[in-house]
């Protein structure tokens, strides 16, 4: 059973850092691209970044450049969200998404598994 369990989600003022964690389990964490996604009230998801456990290769949505950073911890199963600077517009649930099928990295439904998500919220 496939199993994506975030954490690290909380209430934050404007100009502070959160990490959120995914901790994979049930597939071949390895073999393909793990993202993170987020969804604000109202608005469609959209993509922050993803990462390829295998070979590190990572890309990010322009929201989340220069300020966020995905890492991972194979030995953990573990993707990782460092978010620094952050706005009032990052408030949103984040989900982590694993298993890309090929296409666009920032398309949701190119994912094929997704946890439950994390909350954050930025406060001006």
């Known amino acids: 059973q496939v199993e994506l369990v975030e954490s690290g989600g909380g209430s934050v003022q404007a100009g502070g850092s959160l990490r959120l964690s995914c901790v994979a389990s049930?597939?071949?964490?390895?073999?393909?691209?793990v993202a993170w996604f987020r969804q604000a009230p109202g608005k469609a998801r959209e993509g922050v970044a993803t990462?390829?456990?295998?070979?590190?290769?990572?890309y990010y949505a322009d929201p989340a450049k220069g300020r966020f950073t995905i890492s991972r911890d194979n030995d953990k199963h573990t993707v990782y969200l460092q978010m620094n600077s952050l706005k009032a517009e990052d408030t949103a649930m984040y989900y982590c998404?694993?298993?890309?099928?090929?296409?666009?990295?920032?398309?949701?439904?190119?994912?094929?598994?997704w946890g439950q998500g994390t909350q954050v919220t930025v406060s001006s």
């Open positions: 990462i390829h456990p295998a070979t590190d290769s990572a």
């Open positions: 049930g597939y071949t964490y390895s073999r393909n691209y």
């Open positions: 998404a694993a298993d890309w099928s090929g296409g666009p990295f920032f398309d949701p439904a190119r994912y094929q598994y």
